[in-house]
Structure formats: structure tokens, C-alpha cells
């Protein structure tokens, strides 16, 4: 038996298309959806097979595609045009939709929706519900890497501009891309003018289906590697943002170069969100995170942000799909108390962490940089700046390699001269 929604938006088409398939053995209309959020809805519901749809359906993107097979609901698009029309097939490929009906000739409606076959990115239903990680270049490709961490202003936007400006100053080309549903401050640290947010016409050109010819133009060049895709210019605007925008922006940044992304701290799901034009707030998070090949967790050494430091751990486990979790206490200084080592206990009883890091506490170096509207690594030599580039040396290890080859170079220029 083969379940059936449909969503034609009052095509003329549908109902003799409803007839068509409700006349057809073995075939069944599980209902007919009013718009697109209706339909995603109901998808997520995990009960249908099939999806006919309207090609020109307002709301139908590539993202809402992408949602019918992450729950394993195959898409059959009907059009008012001649299926063999270039601009018809054109569209239907930037959505992702592979069968193809003609509105005026219903009569291979039944059959197709029988016969159609799932696409490499169908999921299973039974894993659907979570975020997808990016596939991993076993060759040793470019890596991404999520920079989190719980509320309280710990210091994430600072340690995300920090190691993407290290990875840019030891020649590697390196994507930063603030994903902060709440308002991110990559473009304020970095002296960016932002009059048009890179995140939105990324997520738009995604929409689209344009992404992947022109990802490019929504970067700004800070320097000649650093690419900076800044984020909303305003925290209501988080709405325009779905999952799918978002996995698909991280995709085409993995091919520029290394990605840092600058999340927000909130890791609360809305079950019902998603379905359609509006999104859960923290899906942008929750995307990157379940995206990312590994999690660097910043955190504040006070006692305040030590607690939540602990309770964020614990809420991490259930969504980074597997990924390796560094963490990075900031702001670490001897009128604390406490040593490093004590802090390490702490961590461990909490969580199971790849690697831990201490950065020393320097407001005047922070300071500088933020007055001066550019990253801690280009202030020069301090030792905030050389902790900051043992967490690259850990994170980043090819990056690592090639700064040392670089600094003995240097070295046996000095001693030559």
C-alpha cells in the first residue's frame, strides 16, 4: 500500500488528479494539503510515501524538498506546463525533484507515483528527526568545526574570530560563519559593515536553488583567507532561517576552506517548528552542531560560568551526533583560586572531552582588538594569542604542521643571515 499526500495550492489539475489516484489499486490519499507548511507537516507525521505536488506551488523550495526525504517521502511534482520544457526541467532539478507529471495528460500520474524511486539523500524514517552531519572527506579534506557554548557571554564570537584568523594567518583558507540565531557579533569584532547580512542572502540564494554557483558573493574577504558570512542583522530575523538553509550553506562553505561556525547558546528544540516557512529559533544551532566534525566548548572559568560550563556538557550529549567536544575555559587567572587541574576534574566528571584548554585572562589585548576592529591574532605576539593557537594546533592539525615548517624556516633565515 502506497500513502499519498497532495498539495496542488487549487491547481485546476487536482481533482482530477484525487480521482485519478483514488481509483488506482493499492494507492492511497492520506490528504490533501491546503499549502507547504501543511504538507511538511503532515510528512513529519511519517505515515506517507509519496508527495504530489505542485511545481509551482508557492513556498515549495529546495529546503522543503529536502524535508519530504529526510522522512522518506518521495516528491512527484505536477506542472501546468509541457514536461519536456526546458524552464519546467530546469526548476525541477534546482528543487531536487526527478518525476515529472503534465497537469493536461494525468493518465501516468498513478503509475509514477508506484514506481518512483528514492535518491541518495532520502533518509530513513527511523533517523530523520535529527540534524544530518556533513560527510567527512576521507582524503583529509576541509573540516567544521562548531564553536558553542552555554549563555552568559563565555567568550564564544571571541574564540571563533580568534581561530579562523589564525588558521587565515597561517595560510589556510578559512570560512567564518556566524549561525547566532540571538544576534550574532562577528561583523562588530571584525569591523565589518554589514549592510547586507551574508547568512540571509545565503539562505535565500538556497532557497533558490542558486546556492552553489554563487555562495561566494555572500562573503566578505577579511584579508586574502579569511572569508566572513555575516549573520542576522537583527535577532527577529532567525525566522527565515530553516535547518535545511543551513546545512546547505555549511556544505558549500566546506568546499572554500576550513569552517568555523559562531553558534548561539541555546540548545532547546521546538518539536514543532520546522515544518514549513517557520523554522524552530534554535535550529540554526542545533543544525550546525549536528553539522560540525568537531565541537569546541567555551566556557567562563568563574564560578558562575563553571556551573553552567557542567550543565551544558550535559545538555550537549544529546546533540552532537557523535562529534568529538574540545572544551576552552577563558579568562583563566590565579585570583580565582583554583588550578588548572582542579577545573580538569571537574570537566571530566561531566563529560568525556577530546582535549581541554585554559585561555589566561587579558582584557587590555581583548580590549585592543575590539576598539580597533580586528581579531586577537592580528594585535600581535601575547600570550592569550599563543594559548589560542595551541587549541588550532589540536583542532587543526595539518595547520599545525605547516606552521611549524614555516616558523623553522624562518629560523634558519636568521641563523643564515
Avoid at 219 to 244: H, Q, Y
Wanted: with cysteine.
Amino acid at each position: 500500500m502506497i500513502c499519498v499526500l497532495m498539495m496542488a495550492s487549487g491547481a485546476a489539475w487536482e481533482s482530477a488528479a484525487f480521482a485519478c489516484l483514488t481509483s488506482t489499486g493499492g494507492v492511497v490519499v492520506l490528504k490533501r494539503c491546503v499549502d507547504v507548511d501543511d504538507l511538511l507537516a503532515t510528512a513529519t507525521s511519517g505515515q506517507a510515501d509519496v508527495a504530489v505536488v505542485g511545481l509551482d506551488a508557492p513556498g515549495l523550495d529546495p529546503s522543503a524538498v529536502a524535508h519530504l526525504r529526510r522522512y522518506a517521502v518521495r516528491p512527484v511534482a505536477v506542472t501546468a506546463a509541457a514536461i519536456d520544457d526546458l524552464e519546467v526541467r530546469a526548476r525541477a532539478a534546482r528543487l531536487g525533484i526527478t518525476a515529472l507529471v503534465a497537469g493536461d495528460d494525468l493518465e501516468p500520474l498513478a503509475e509514477v507515483v508506484t514506481e518512483v524511486e528514492d535518491v541518495p539523500d532520502t533518509h530513513v524514517r527511523e533517523g530523520g528527526e535529527g540534524p544530518h552531519p556533513l560527510p567527512v572527506d576521507p582524503s583529509g579534506g576541509h573540516r567544521v568545526v562548531a564553536v558553542w557554548g552555554p549563555g552568559g557571554a563565555p567568550g564564544r564570537t571571541t574564540v571563533a574570530v580568534s581561530l579562523a584568523a589564525e588558521l587565515a594567518r597561517r595560510g589556510d583558507a578559512a570560512v567564518l560563519v556566524d549561525a547566532d540565531p540571538y544576534g550574532g557579533g562577528v561583523a562588530q569584532q571584525l569591523g565589518i559593515l554589514d549592510e547586507v547580512s551574508g547568512l540571509l542572502s545565503a539562505v535565500r540564494l538556497a532557497g533558490a536553488g542558486q546556492l552553489a554557483e554563487r555562495f561566494a558573493s555572500t562573503g566578505r574577504a577579511v584579508g586574502e583567507r579569511l572569508t566572513v558570512v555575516t549573520g542576522l542583522p537583527r535577532a527577529d530575523r532567525w525566522i527565515e532561517v530553516r535547518s535545511t538553509h543551513m546545512e546547505s550553506v555549511l556544505h558549500e562553505a566546506r568546499e572554500m576552506g576550513d569552517v568555523i561556525i559562531d553558534t548561539g547558546f541555546s540548545l532547546e528544540d521546538d518539536p514543532g517548528g520546522d515544518f514549513g516557512a517557520r523554522p524552530s529559533r534554535n535550529a540554526m544551532t542545533l543544525s550546525s552542531l549536528g553539522s560540525s566534525d568537531e565541537i569546541v566548548v567555551v566556557g567562563a572559568a568563574d564560578p558562575v560560568g563553571l556551573s553552567r560550563l557542567a550543565r551544558g556538557l550535559v545538555d550537549l550529549r544529546e546533540v552532537t551526533g557523535g562529534a568529538p567536544v574540545r572544551v576552552v575555559v577563558n579568562r583563566m587567572r590565579s585570583s580565582l583560586g583554583w588550578s588548572e587541574r582542579e577545573i580538569a576534574g571537574m570537566v571530566e566528571g561531566f563529560s568525556r572531552v577530546s582535549g581541554l584548554h585554559f585561555l589566561p585572562d587579558d582584557q587590555a589585548t581583548t580590549d585592543r582588538a575590539l576598539v580597533a576592529g580586528t581579531s586577537l591574532v592580528e594585535g600581535g605576539d601575547s600570550q592569550l594569542v599563543r594559548a589560542l593557537g595551541g587549541v588550532v594546533d589540536a583542532v587543526f592539525p595539518a595547520s599545525s604542521t605547516q606552521e611549524t615548517s614555516r616558523r623553522r624556516g624562518v629560523r634558519r633565515g636568521i641563523l643564515h643571515h
